[in-house]
């Protein structure tokens, strides 16, 4: 059965500090793996990774995939207040279709 | 560009009423268009994908079903809801078909069935 798994499944930092979250994942057919961002309501694109050791970069926030040990980390350096979300990893499977982990609760205190 | 539309933001509905959550995408054809639930505290389920008009696969047995009329709009509908059935419902498109493609999602409804 496909999987995807995320940790932590909650943290709370303050403002300033770094996180990685991280996500494994076991699905059948690979093609990409995205990261998002969900605030009150529609998850936000942030990040599409294909390839093992390139990292994407958008500002304060970077990711990377190993497809070798099935996972991918996202890092957001100088946390801000507004960096407070649910950030849910996926596996796109053939056919478009994504699977979701469930999600990591980051709340950063100012 | 693209815009997804989705509506009603918010439902309350009894046990047992029927339901219908529309999404419409707009500045693309051939879109595919997908249904997922998100319930508290989880990630998001997908529920049904559709490929073309007419074309709707189902990922999960359920009291839901799904239907696409037009090339750009989709529909989750229920003849009778459950308790169960409350949660956050998403709709999303993608370009198909090629694999790699970025996945984008309406606003999202919530439905509480009571």
């Known amino acids: 059965e496909d999987k995807v798994v995320q940790s932590p499944l909650s943290l709370v930092v303050h403002e300033g500090d770094t996180v990685t979250l991280n996500c494994s994942y076991e699905?059948?057919?690979?093609?990409?793996l995205l990261w998002y961002k969900q605030e009150k309501k529609a998850p936000t694109f942030l990040f599409m990774l294909?390839?093992?050791?390139i990292e994407k970069k958008s500002g304060r926030l970077s990711s990377i995939l190993d497809k070798k040990e099935l996972f991918s980390i996202l890092n957001i350096t100088a946390t801000q207040t507004g960096d407070s979300a649910v950030y849910l990893c996926?596996?796109?499977?053939?056919?478009?279709?994504?699977?979701f982990g469930a999600g990591t609760i980051l709340r950063v205190k100012s | 560009s693209q815009t997804i539309h989705q509506w009603p933001a918010t439902l309350v509905q009894p046990v047992g009423s029927p339901l219908s959550l529309e999404c419409t995408v707009e500045?693309?054809?051939?879109?595919?268009l997908y249904w997922y639930r998100q319930a508290a505290g989880r990630g998001l389920q997908l529920l049904f994908y559709?490929?073309?008009?007419?074309?709707i696969s189902s990922e999960v047995p359920q009291n839901l079903s799904a239907s696409r009329p037009q090339d750009r709009q989709f529909i989750l509908s229920s003849k009778k809801l459950l308790l169960s059935d409350s949660g956050f419902y998403l709709c999303?498109?993608?370009?198909?078909?090629?694999?790699?493609?970025?996945?984008?999602f309406g606003e999202g409804s919530w439905l509480t069935v009571v």
């Open positions: 999303a498109w993608s370009v198909s078909p090629r694999a790699g493609n970025t996945i984008y």
């Open positions: 699905v059948t057919n690979f093609r990409s």
């Open positions: 294909t390839s093992s050791g």
């Open positions: 996926a596996v796109e499977k053939g056919g478009n279709k994504l699977v």
């Open positions: 500045g693309t054809s051939n879109p595919n």
């Open positions: 559709s490929v073309g008009i007419g074309q």
